[in-house]
C-alpha cells in the first residue's frame, strides 16, 4: 500500500500558483519524495525529487519540512496544460518498484 | 529517442485467449517494469526486472508472466484471459544511476477481455 496521503482533488486558477500536498509521516531516512504526474490516460511523467533540502526544476519546486514528514510540489504559474493527477512516492535511491496512491487530480481553471 | 515504447496500443480479446504486450526501450535501461491501472486508480505493479535474465513479482502478478532476455525487451503475457485484466497497461524503465531522472513510461496499452 501506498504510504503517502494526498488530498484527492484540488482546483487552481490559470496563472496562480498551484500548491499540492503531500503527507509521508513514515518515511524512512534512506527514502526519497518523488512527484510525477499523469495527464489524462498518458503514461506517468517525472517531475522533481528531493531528500531533505528544497528542490527547483525548470517544471516545479518541492518543499520538504524540516522534519520530512510532508512536503508541497509547487507549480508557480499554472496552465490548463498542467491540468493532470499527481502522485507523490516515497522511494529509497535506486528503488526497484514505484509505489502510487491514488493521487491528486489538479484541475487549472481558465 | 524513442523512449519506451508499447505495442499494442489497444487490443481486445476474448475470454481464455492469450496474448503478448510488448514494451521496448532504447535507452539501455536495467530496470523495467509492468505497471496496470484500473478506471479511477493509481498503477498497481504486476512484475519488474533489474536486469536480462531477472525478474520478480510485484503487487499483482496472478495470471501474468514475463521474461526479460534482452536489457531492450520486457514482453508481458497474459496466459489465459478474463475480464478482470480489463486495464490500460503501462511499462516503465530506468537506469539506476541516472535515477536523477525518474521512471520513463510507455504510452500505454488499453486492453479489454470480453
Known amino acids: 500500500d501506498a504510504k503517502t496521503t494526498q488530498p484527492p482533488s484540488m482546483d487552481c486558477a490559470e496563472g496562480r500558483a498551484a500548491n499540492l500536498p503531500c503527507n509521508h509521516s513514515?518515511?524512512?531516512?534512506?527514502?526519497?519524495v518523488y512527484w510525477y504526474r499523469q495527464i489524462h490516460s498518458q503514461g506517468p511523467q517525472y517531475i522533481i525529487h528531493?531528500?531533505?533540502n528544497n528542490e527547483t526544476n525548470e517544471m516545479a519546486s518541492l518543499i520538504i519540512t524540516e522534519d520530512r514528514k510532508s512536503s508541497t510540489l509547487i507549480l508557480p504559474h499554472a496552465t490548463l496544460r498542467d491540468t493532470a493527477v499527481y502522485y507523490c512516492?516515497?522511494?529509497?535511491?535506486?528503488?526497484?518498484?514505484?509505489?502510487f496512491g491514488q493521487g491528486t487530480r489538479l484541475t487549472i481553471n481558465p | 529517442n524513442a523512449g519506451v515504447t508499447q505495442t499494442p496500443k489497444f487490443q481486445v480479446l476474448k475470454t481464455g485467449q492469450s496474448m503478448t504486450l510488448q514494451c521496448a526501450q532504447d535507452?539501455?535501461?536495467?530496470?523495467m517494469s509492468w505497471y496496470r491501472q484500473d478506471p479511477g486508480m493509481g498503477l498497481r505493479l504486476i512484475h519488474y526486472?533489474?536486469?536480462?535474465?531477472?525478474?520478480d513479482q510485484g503487487e499483482v502478478p496472478n495470471g501474468y508472466n514475463v521474461s526479460r532476455s534482452t536489457t531492450e525487451d520486457f514482453p508481458l503475457r497474459l496466459l489465459s484471459a478474463a475480464p478482470s485484466q480489463t486495464s490500460v497497461y503501462f511499462c516503465?524503465?530506468?537506469?539506476?544511476?541516472?535515477?536523477?531522472?525518474?521512471?520513463?513510461f510507455g504510452s500505454g496499452t488499453r486492453l479489454t477481455v470480453v
Open positions: 535507452m539501455n535501461h536495467e530496470y
Open positions: 526486472s533489474v536486469g536480462a535474465g531477472i525478474t
Open positions: 513514515t518515511i524512512s531516512g534512506n527514502e526519497y
Open positions: 516503465a524503465s530506468s537506469d539506476q544511476a541516472g535515477f536523477n531522472y525518474g521512471y520513463t
Open positions: 512516492i516515497e522511494q529509497v535511491w535506486g528503488a526497484q518498484k514505484l509505489v
Open positions: 528531493g531528500l531533505k
